[in-house]
Nanobody, 126 residues
């Protein structure tokens, strides 16, 4: 089981930027697609972005498209989420997730992912 640890969250004003990182343990990191989800208070966890195992394909929720960028660095076993133009509605606990490829679910559903980090808090003030 790959362990995931997120970092980089914090408090930022609307319009600002943050870069989240997710560090993965294990030598087989390159075999798996990765994703970011988020959960605001009182709301369900929702898909934010996904990147394929080789990094060639990326997918974004409509709410973040054009503002967020997901990338991965195999040499560092990390996945990052660059967030620009942040809005108060982006405030949430952000989770990194790993897809082992064992589920046939769609990429934006929680069931698709087999490992999760503990989350990092992002707060955007207006």
């Amino acid at each position: 089981q790959v362990q995931l640890v997120e970092s980089g969250g914090g408090l930022v004003q609307a319009g600002g930027s943050l870069k989240l990182s997710c560090a993965a343990s294990g030598p087989t990191f390159d075999n798996y697609a990765m994703a970011w989800f988020r959960q605001a208070p009182g709301k369900e966890r929702e898909f934010v972005a996904r990147i394929s195992s080789a990094g060639r394909n990326t997918y974004y929720a409509d709410s973040v498209k054009g503002r967020f960028t997901i990338s991965r660095a195999s040499a560092k076993n990390t996945v990052t989420l660059q967030m620009n133009g942040l809005k108060p509605e982006d405030t949430a606990l952000y989770y990194c997730a790993l897809d082992y490829g064992r589920s046939t679910g769609t990429y934006f559903t929680l069931a698709k992912y087999g490992s999760w980090g503990q989350g990092t808090q992002v707060t955007v003030s207006s």
